[in-house]
């Protein structure tokens, strides 16, 4: 399933007691629809505010009934949407198959050109940036590395990626966006790496600043975590067919063999 979803009004992805997220109205739509229990499997868990136009999700379904997306439109609430529905081809897990997930978070630093059609997923910044110095650190970044001073650990849970893009652009509307992708991500990750950014980007830091907290194994206290409602997550790649279930069992194997050895340490 392809979703959407504005994030404000959500407390994340994942299903949290007494909580309006994300899952929890999908899956309790889906069930009321179908009549049957439904549990969903994500490429990614959003944070609270955090919003998807290219989210990923499976679950398994004897059979989807004729015109489902528009069944499930007339009973989801507004800010959410299964866009498209195709039955999964054999080994595929919307979690462990996916080779990449891109997001992107968009910024203003000109407050009287801040869109206020726009104010739910920019965030506007009270000082200008260089957008020189933000691509100069981001750069410093890219790779696989240890990045747990920007991530909240999770228990049993590896900090080690793979960063493949992290590149700031001017926008035609004025605003900035960084695009990031990776092969995962890490708790709260993709927001501590732009909050540390921004402070390269406003002459806070030196450019250098970011990457040399790669080096910790911790989460850095002198990393501010950037508002939530900036960040979009916009697509997840997969390889081809033949090869999903070989890759969600490969990606399975390294997050057990990363994680076992740290949680030990």
């Not at 801040?114 to 104010?119: I, K, M, N, Q, V």
């Not at 910790?216 to 997969?238: C, E």
Request: hydrophobic share 45%; charged share 25%.
């Amino acid at each position: 399933m392809d979703i959407s979803y504005d994030g404000t009004d959500f407390s994340g992805w994942a299903r949290q007691p007494s909580r309006r997220t994300v899952c929890g109205v999908l899956e309790d739509t889906m069930s009321m629809v179908l009549r049957e229990d439904v549990r969903l499997t994500v490429a990614g868990r959003t944070d609270a505010g955090v919003h998807a136009s290219g989210q990923v999700a499976h679950c398994d379904l004897p059979a989807v009934p004729e015109h489902f997306p528009d069944r499930l439109a007339r009973a989801l609430p507004a800010d959410v949407r299964v866009r498209a529905v195709h039955p999964a081809p054999p080994g595929f897990d919307a979690r462990f198959s996916a080779v990449r997930r891109h997001y992107v978070y968009r910024v203003c630093d000109r407050q009287w050109e801040a869109d206020p059609l726009r104010r739910r997923d920019t965030v506007t910044w009270p000082r200008p940036l260089s957008l020189p110095a933000l691509n100069e650190a981001a750069a410093l970044l890219l790779g696989e590395h240890d990045f747990a001073a920007f991530c909240k650990r999770r228990e049993g849970a590896t900090t080690i990626r793979e960063l493949q893009r992290l590149t700031w652009t001017r926008l035609p509307d004025r605003a900035l966006a960084a695009s990031v992708a990776a092969d995962a991500f890490c708790h709260s990750m993709v927001r501590s790496l732009v909050g540390a950014l921004l402070a390269v980007g406003e002459g806070r830091k030196p450019a250098d600043w970011p990457a040399s907290l790669l080096t910790a194994r911790t989460r850095a206290s002198a990393v501010a975590v950037a508002p939530a409602h900036g960040l979009t997550l916009v697509a997840v790649d997969y390889p081809p067919a033949d090869q999903l279930a070989a890759r969600a069992d490969a990606t399975r194997k390294v997050r057990t063999a990363a994680a076992g050895p740290r949680n030990q340490a």
